[in-house]
Nanobody, 125 residues
Framework: QVQLVESGGGLVQPGGSLRLSCAASGFTLDFYAIGWFRQAPGKEREGVSCISSNDGSTLYADSVKGRFTISRDNAKKTVYLHMNSLKPEDTAVYYC??????????????????WGQGTQVTVSS
């Protein structure tokens, strides 16, 4: 059974940091690109970052460039999203997704086949 489980969300003050984890099971993570998406209240879900399985290349949304870093540990079947200098506008439910059609990462939702349930990130003082 394919499963993606996000963890690491929580409440953090502006300027703080969090590390989100996406644990994969039921498939071989090595062959899948992983994307992180987020959805804020009243807004559409948007792509935040992704990492390919082909060469480990990464993409970031302009809004998080220089603050967020995505990484993967295939041996641990886990992908991470390190979030620094958090802002109130980063508040959202964060989802990870896996796509195996090409192995290349994308910030478009249609590229992904499997989704986790999400973890809440709240940035507030």
């Amino acid at each position: 059974q394919v499963q993606l489980v996000e963890s690491g969300g929580g409440l953090v003050q502006p300027g703080g940091s969090l590390r989100l984890s996406c644990a994969a099971s039921g498939f071989t993570l090595d062959f899948y690109a992983i994307g992180w998406f987020r959805q804020a209240p009243g807004k559409e879900r948007e792509g935040v970052s992704c990492i390919s399985s082909n060469d480990g290349s990464t993409l970031y949304a302009d809004s998080v460039k220089g603050r967020f870093t995505i990484s993967r540990d295939n041996a641990k079947k886990t992908v991470y999203l390190h979030m620094n200098s958090l802002k109130p506008e980063d508040t959202a439910v964060y989802y990870c997704a896996a796509g195996g059609r090409t192995g290349w990462g994308s910030l478009f939702q249609d590229s992904y086949d499997y989704w986790g349930q999400g973890t809440q990130v709240t940035v507030s003082s």
